[in-house]
C-alpha cells in the first residue's frame, strides 16, 4: 500500500500534548511574549479568556518571569550563556514557586529559544552543568527542565495546546467557518528552526490547518504557501530593511490571489506574522496601489470569534489594517452596524 508523503510526516512529527481531559492537563504555566505586549497585546487576552473560560484551565504566570531574551540574542547583545541561565531561572521559577509542570508560551521566538536550550543541555552535558552551577551561584534556584510533550524533555506553544483541545473548542462553537476558504501560515521559529517539535513537522503541519478544519474551513494551497512572512528582527528594527518584509508579503499575498482569488483568510500562530502580513497591506496599497483585503487572524483570535466573543472589544479585530467587517459578513458574526468603521474600532 502506498503511503502519502504527508501521513509519513503526521507520524513522524507527533507532539503529546496533554489536554484538559488528561490527568495535570487543567495546570499551566505561560510565559508571556515581550513582543506581543508591544504590539499586539489582544492576542493574549483573548487566548487567556478562551482556555480559563471556556477549557477550564488554571493559568499560573510568575510575576518574576522575564522575557527569553531571544531578541537580544539573536541581535547579537547577549550570548548563548546568558540565554541559558534565562530560560533555567525562568523555569525554575514556575515550576519550583508555582508547581507547575506543564509550560507553553505566547511566542514561537520564545518557543524556539527554550526548545534549543533544552536540546543544548540533552547534547552537551556541560552545558548543562554550567547551567545548574551559574543559576544556583546567581540566584540560588534549583535546575528544572519541564516535560511537556510525551514525557520527554520540552516546552510547547500555545498554539500546541489550542489544537490539542480543538474538537472541544469545536463543540462549543456559535459560529462555523463552512463555505469559507482559508490557509495556514506557520511562524518560522515555529516549525522551521526544529521541525521535530512542530505539530506535523514543516513540511506538512497541522497545528493551525487542524483548527481551521475543525471549525469548518475549506483549507486552500498556494504556491508561496511557507514562505516567510520576511519580518525578521533585522527587518522590521532598521527603517532601511523594510523593504524586505513588504516584498515578502507581497509576493504571498500575489501567490495566494493568482491561486484562490475567493480567499480572505490566512491563520497565523506567530506575533510577527500575524502584525506584519496584515499591516505590509497597507504599505502596498499605498505605494503601488494593490489591494489584497486577505484578512490575517491568529488561532485565539479566530478561536473567539467562533465561540462568540466580540471581535472588537474582546478579539482585538480594531487594531487590524485589513476591515474584518466583510469576513464576518460572510460567516454570519453580527456587529454594531448602526457605528462606523471608526466607531467601532473605540470599543472601550
Known amino acids: 500500500m502506498k503511503v502519502a508523503r504527508e501521513n509519513i510526516a503526521w507520524e513522524k512529527h507527533q507532539k503529546q500534548v496533554p489536554t484538559v481531559d488528561d490527568e495535570g492537563g487543567k495546570l499551566w504555566g505561560c510565559f508571556r511574549s515581550c513582543f506581543l505586549q508591544s504590539a499586539a497585546p489582544y492576542t493574549e487576552g483573548i487566548a487567556y479568556k478562551i482556555l480559563k473560560n471556556d477549557l477550564g484551565m488554571e ?8 522575557s527569553c531574551g531571544a531578541i537580544g540574542y539573536h541581535g547579537d547583545v547577549s550570548n548563548i550563556e546568558t540565554q541559558m541561565v534565562v530560560a533555567a531561572r525562568n523555569f525554575s521559577l514556575a515550576h519550583h514557586e508555582l508547581g507547575v509542570d506543564n509550560l507553553f ?6 518557543f524556539a529559544n527554550y526548545t534549543e536550550m533544552i536540546k543544548l543541555w540533552e547534547e552537551e552535558p556541560e552545558l548543562r552543568e554550567y547551567t545548574e552551577k551559574t543559576l544556583k551561584e546567581t540566584t540560588g534556584r534549583e535546575f528544572w527542565v519541564p516535560h511537556v510533550s510525551g514525557g520527554r524533555p520540552s516546552v510547547v506553544h500555545a498554539s500546541d495546546v489550542f489544537f490539542a483541545n480543538r474538537h472541544k473548542l469545536a463543540a462549543k462553537a456559535k459560529y462555523s467557518l463552512k463555505g469559507i476558504k482559508a490557509v495556514d501560515h506557520i511562524g518560522c521559529h515555529y516549525g522551521k528552526i526544529f521541525p521535530g517539535e512542530c505539530m506535523g513537522g514543516a513540511e506538512f503541519p497541522q497545528v493551525l490547518v487542524g483548527l481551521l478544519e475543525a471549525f469548518g474551513a475549506e483549507i486552500v494551497d498556494y504556491p508561496e504557501r511557507r514562505h516567510c ?15 524586505y518584509t513588504a516584498s515578502s508579503v507581497y509576493k504571498k499575498m500575489k501567490s495566494l490571489k493568482e491561486a484562490h482569488p475567493d480567499c480572505n483568510l490566512i491563520l497565523t500562530n506567530c506575533p510577527g506574522c500575524t502584525v506584519f502580513l496584515d499591516a505590509e497591506q497597507g504599505t502596498i496599497k499605498e505605494v503601488l496601489e494593490e489591494e489584497f483585503n486577505v484578512s490575517v487572524l491568529d488561532y485565539a483570535q479566530l478561536t473567539g470569534l467562533m ?3 466580540d471581535p472588537f472589544k474582546d478579539c482585538g479585530l480594531n487594531a487590524k489594517f485589513v476591515a474584518i467587517e466583510p469576513l464576518l459578513d460572510k460567516i454570519g458574526i453580527p456587529y454594531d452596524k448602526s457605528k462606523t468603521p471608526e466607531q467601532r474600532r473605540r470599543p472601550f
Open 307 to 309: 465561540l462568540g466573543y
Open 229 to 243: 512572512c520576511g519580518m525578521g528582527f533585522r527587518q522590521c528594527a532598521f527603517p532601511e530593511n523594510r523593504d
Open 105 to 110: 508560551s505566547f511566542c514561537v521566538t520564545s
Open 59 to 66: 493559568l499560573r504566570e510568575a510575576p518574576g518571569h522575564t
